[in-house]
């Protein structure tokens, strides 16, 4: 199995931030674009953010201008900085490779509420 380990949910406030973290191994970042995943209870698994190899990103339009995918390659480690987190944000957050092609680790539970 690809060690995913995803970390850094919690609860937060409308209008908070969190950063989560996505470690992984040498070898599947480097030879992988990446991306962050989420989901909200009763619905489906859904793409938040994704980067490629050469660095483009996009995201999802519920989460542009609020989120920023990114990686340090030297860690082995994938990023997602949320800010202007909404309630509609509550889910639990997963990592993957960029086509989601891996078995899905345990994900990190994000809430939004007051």
């Known amino acids: 199995q690809v060690p995913l380990v995803e970390s850094g949910g919690g609860l937060v406030q409308p209008g908070g931030s969190l950063r989560l973290s996505c470690a992984t191994s040498?070898?599947?970042?480097?030879?992988?674009?990446m991306g962050w995943y989420r989901q909200a209870p009763g619905k489906q698994r859904e793409l938040v953010a994704r980067m490629a190899r050469d660095g483009i990103t996009n995201y999802a339009d519920s989460v542009k201008g609020r989120f920023t995918i990114s990686r340090d390659n030297d860690k082995n480690t994938l990023f997602l900085q949320m800010n202007s987190l909404k309630p509609e944000d509550t889910a639990v957050y997963y990592c993957?490779?960029?086509?989601?092609?891996?078995?899905w680790g345990k994900g990190t539970l994000v809430t939004v509420s007051p």
């Open positions: 993957n490779n960029y086509f989601a092609q891996y078995n």
């Open positions: 040498g070898l599947i970042f480097s030879i992988n674009g």
